[in-house]
């Protein structure tokens, strides 16, 4: 039981990862140094009295796509009780894969997205043809990892038409152009804490859902254009997060594009990055402060 005068932070997981990411594990130990109990709390836990927490943070909700009204609700319910972060608007905003729109309409390089919106959209053959994609990418507008995620070509999309029918009955589906960039320079992923650059990790290709360094990722160098492309997005925002991760790809003329902004749940890899920990545990404590 929390006794101590001390701020108590709730880090937010799932029931397939009660006792946290390996990452959270490190930020864990480090806030511990610093004197301040962090605790595992499942998100969808009934018996959680979420206003003992002084923050909750979001971390491993690995399964929120699966109960999505149900997590937004829940998370409305939370930020009235306690303090949230990343905090509710940008949950809200960043959990469905719709706001890459958003993005593209304010002029920022977002990787080449076309959307069906329900099943009098277009066909999977239309967007391949008129935008003269060969191979693409079927996605849910709601998910995460590779769930959901169908690598289709032009000679096959009569088929896929099915996948895509079958996603249309949960959320809108996006189908984006397939680029060889993802398994030959790499997908990048540029992690910034409390909007400061960090560290980056090259991610495998159609990376399944593991735990922070499960799932074949890398340390990786980015430079100095692909952390200012990342930046742009982040000076999107209204508020600027505690955490974010911001996942790049290079197109045929090696341009960075973003593929995600992650805001909600993502890895941080900050096994990674030994310094990134003590990093995220002093940015915890400003906000606390």
């Known amino acids: 039981m929390h006794t101590s005068s001390k701020p108590l932070i709730s880090l937010i997981t799932y029931s397939g990862l009660p006792d946290l990411d390996p990452d959270d594990r490190l930020v864990q130990t480090e806030l511990a140094r610093r004197g301040v109990e962090a605790v595992p709390a499942i998100w969808n836990d009934p018996t959680i009295d979420w206003s003992k ?47 890459l729109a958003d993005l593209h309409e304010a002029g920022l390089p977002v990787i080449p997205t076309a959307w069906i919106h329900d099943s009098k959209g277009p066909s999977l053959v239309q967007i391949l043809q008129e935008n003269q994609w060969n191979e693409a990418i ?48 790499g997908e990048r992923a540029l992690i910034f804490i409390d909007g400061e650059y960090s560290h980056t990790v090259r991610k495998a290709p159609f990376q399944i859902l593991a735990a922070a360094g499960q799932a074949g990722e890398s340390r990786a160098q980015c430079n100095a254009q692909e952390i200012e492309i990342a930046k742009s997005f982040l000076d999107y925002l209204d508020t600027t997060p505690l955490y974010a991760r911001v996942d790049l790809v290079r197109d045929a003329a090696n341009q960075a594009l973003l593929l995600e902004l992650e805001l909600v749940e993502p890895s941080l890899f900050l096994a990674f990055a030994p310094e990134s920990a003590e990093k995220f545990a002093e940015a915890i404590l400003r906000r606390i402060s």
């Open 53 to 99: 927490s002084s923050f909750s943070i979001l971390r491993s909700t690995w399964d929120y796509h699966l109960h999505y009204l149900q997590f937004l609700s829940w998370a409305e319910q939370v930020s009235a009780q306690t303090e949230l972060l990343n905090p509710l608007p940008m949950i809200k905003w960043n959990s469905k894969k719709t706001y």
């Open 138 to 185: 079927i996605k849910p507008s709601i998910g995460l990892a590779t769930a959901g995620v169908k690598r289709t070509n032009l000679e096959n999309a009569d088929n896929d038409q099915v996948h895509v029918e079958m996603l249309l009955r949960s959320s809108e589906v996006m189908v984006q152009e397939y680029l060889p960039s993802v398994h030959q320079y």
